[in-house]
């Protein structure tokens, strides 16, 4: 039961965590965007490709986060939520942004948690 319950945390955290990203980014969209852009500015990326992807990111952090606070497709959001995290990684690395990607690295190993004990997420949507 307490495997349970833990699983239960972790995974409303994290989707608290990233519907609070989407949250806060959405209505300042085009800001949003375009400080992405700047920071990526020494990047190989094209801006094009940075402007479309960073104008994605909140709304795919919102839409993941949401699934997970609720347990809604849970296996689905976590390997989404995973596939972000590289990208986000990914793309750290393409500035060189050492300290970002030691914390989008925490976030890879709270999803390898969560997606490795799938079998714990009793309580969600999932189930009803």
Known sequence: MNKNIAYFLLRVSM???LLGHGIA??????VFAEGMIKGF???WLPQSFVYLF?????????IIGGMLIL???????NFAGAGLIIMLLFGS????NWESMGIQMIYALFFY?????????????DHK
């Open 15 to 17: 989707g608290v965590n």
């Open 25 to 30: 980014r959405i209505p300042k969209l085009f």
């Open 41 to 43: 500015e020494k990047s």
């Open 54 to 62: 960073s104008t994605a990111l909140p709304f795919l952090e919102f």
């Open 71 to 77: 347990g809604l497709k849970t296996r689905l959001a």
């Open 93 to 96: 690395s393409t500035v060189e």
């Open 113 to 125: 948690v969560l997606i490795s004990r799938t079998e714990d997420n009793c309580y969600a949507l």
